[in-house]
């Protein structure tokens, strides 16, 4: 029987967990059983074959339990099939133009080599005024980042395709 695959992902206001299902839908799709599932619900990696764990970006840092799952499970990850993918930039164009290539924190480098994932890569983020607090707020007009949804649902839907 084929290993089920995993789609941890690690969300702050929600854009990176729609991110998610829609990879989990993607994968549906190709015939796949897939668990979508927030990184502080997983329990275990028993089932899965493959794992794809996705993070929001925030002052280019992975949300903290996203790291976390990710050097706790190490060296079962680095038996697995495994990609990853972090979401955040904002404004319009390539998220890795945007990013200068930046694809996951330096602070996570030894252990994403020690996994040596299938495939890397950054989407656009969703900045929403709405669902910001004031310091939030206060940063982003200090910054001058722009607003809006930057996730472009057919790279995403493209890259999805290509996950064994």
Do not use: H
């Amino acid at each position: 029987m084929e290993k089920k695959i995993l789609m941890a992902y690690a969300s702050k206001k929600g854009a990176t967990a729609e991110i998610a299902t829609k990879i989990g839908d993607v994968l549906r799709q190709k015939g796949s059983q897939v668990d979508v599932l927030s990184v502080d619900k997983v329990k275990t990696l028993t089932p899965y074959g493959t794992v794809v764990l996705g993070s929001a970006v925030y002052f280019g840092f992975w949300r903290k339990e996203a790291a976390k799952f990710l050097n706790e499970n190490e060296k079962q990850l680095s038996e697995l099939s495994v990609w990853l993918f972090s979401s955040g930039p904002t404004g319009a164009g390539d998220p890795l133009e945007l990013m200068k290539g930046w694809r996951f924190p330096e602070s996570l480098r030894s252990v994403i080599e020690q996994i040596q994932p299938c495939g890397i890569t950054c989407f656009g983020g969703k900045m929403d005024l709405k669902t910001m607090n004031f310091f939030e707020k206060m940063i982003i007009n200090k910054f001058n980042s722009p607003i809006g949804d930057f996730r472009n649902w057919k790279t995403i839907t493209s890259w999805a395709e290509v996950i064994c």
